[in-house]
């Protein structure tokens, strides 16, 4: 489970098994969550973040790379990438832009 604010609302989303549930406000105290579906594709570990510099949050999952269109719509890429093993999404080479590490492979995010 990932956490991030996938449609720029102030409020903190899930990112669950392959469901987006928004964070819909509290009432009595209990956060409500709206599921807007399921995303389909590879499963295993989630990575959230602007990955293409659009700033907005994108994910990925599995090997399969999920971009937000700012409302929390997400389309497949269609990029795969290789995950085995660890991850990390930082600006490693300090050029200002976050880059991913995923498995022992370096990707750059570039706007």
Do not use: C, W
């Not at 406000?25 to 989630?46: A, K, M, N, Q, T």
């Not at 959230?48 to 971009?67: A, E, H, Q, S, Y």
């Amino acid at each position: 489970m990932r956490s991030a604010d996938f449609n720029a609302d102030g409020l903190s989303d899930l990112l669950l098994d392959g469901q987006i549930l928004l964070h819909n406000g509290v009432d009595f105290g209990v956060p409500s969550f709206i599921e807007v579906g399921p995303v389909h594709g590879s499963s295993g570990y989630h990575l959230v973040g602007d990955l293409d510099g659009d700033f907005d949050i994108d994910f990925i999952r599995g090997g399969d790379v999920f971009l937000n269109d700012g409302l929390a719509n997400f389309s497949q890429s269609g990029d795969t990438l290789d995950v085995d093993g660890y991850s990390f999404f930082e600006d490693l080479d300090q050029d200002g832009f976050k880059d991913i590490l995923l498995g022992g492979n370096l990707y750059e995010v570039k706007p």
